[in-house]
């Protein structure tokens, strides 16, 4: 979906570096989440956001922080990367209507060595 | 706590119809949906079911639901290769207390053979 973009696309980095990686979206939506998908795993919540001033923990918060810069953006880090965060990122948004699809970004592939 | 399961492979003939099961526990879901993810990208939202239907039809896809059951099902009709991907059941859950985030399952993987 165009309307989520996710940056980079493909990151290779070392264990114990600090790493961003960035949503933006312009479907005006208020709800913004941080999924891993690992295989055989499916997806998993990392963080999610209802606005500007709301930060929440997902099923697996521990080892990363997010940031809600503005309505648009949401960003996810990982302060000190471990091997066992190489995964498949992704960035989803909603609108907080009742029906409530996410509609996703393409995905971050992150290794760490 | 809510949980959503799929069998992880499914694997159909060309022209053949492929139906991909999904069962849910969480039985205040508001709305049930059905993402396709293919390779290299992100999840595409398929088509999703209000929770007081029972049925919803959209071209060659058909999404039957069983409340009583919390049983999902979809079914592609006239399965083509370009339908290879994985799919994902996802239910609107209440996760943490918070209304609005979805709880996926593993995802089916459906192979098309020519």
């Known amino acids: 979906d165009a309307d989520v973009t996710q940056t980079p696309r493909n990151r290779i980095t070392k264990t114990g570096k600090r790493i961003m990686l960035e949503c933006s979206q312009t479907k005006g939506h208020d709800r913004m989440y941080w999924y891993r998908q690992d295989p055989g795993l499916g997806l998993r919540l990392i963080y999610y956001?209802?606005?500007?001033?709301?930060?929440n923990k997902g099923e697996i918060s521990d080892g990363y922080s997010v940031s809600r810069q503005a309505q648009a953006k949401f960003s996810l880090s990982l302060e000190s990367a471990i091997p066992n965060q190489t995964a498949l990122y992704f960035c989803a948004t909603s609108s907080g209507r009742e029906e409530q699809p996410q509609h996703f970004g393409d995905g971050t592939r992150l290794s760490i060595l | 706590g809510e949980d959503v399961e799929q069998s992880l492979f499914l694997s159909v003939r060309e022209g053949d119809s492929s139906v991909i099961n999904c069962t849910y526990t969480d039985s205040s879901s508001t709305y049930l949906y059905w993402y396709k993810q293919e390779p290299g990208a992100g999840l595409q939202l398929l088509t999703y079911i209000f929770s007081n239907m029972d049925m919803k039809q959209d071209q060659r896809l058909t999404v039957l639901l069983n409340k009583k059951d919390k049983h999902l099902s979809l079914r592609i009709a006239d399965t083509q290769t370009g339908d290879s991907a994985i799919y994902f059941c996802?239910?609107?859950?209440?996760?943490?207390?918070?209304?609005?985030?979805?709880?996926f399952g593993k995802g089916t993987k459906l192979s098309v053979k020519p």
């Open positions: 956001s209802f606005d500007v001033k709301d930060i």
């Open positions: 996802a239910e609107g859950g209440n996760y943490g207390g918070s209304q609005g985030n979805l709880i």
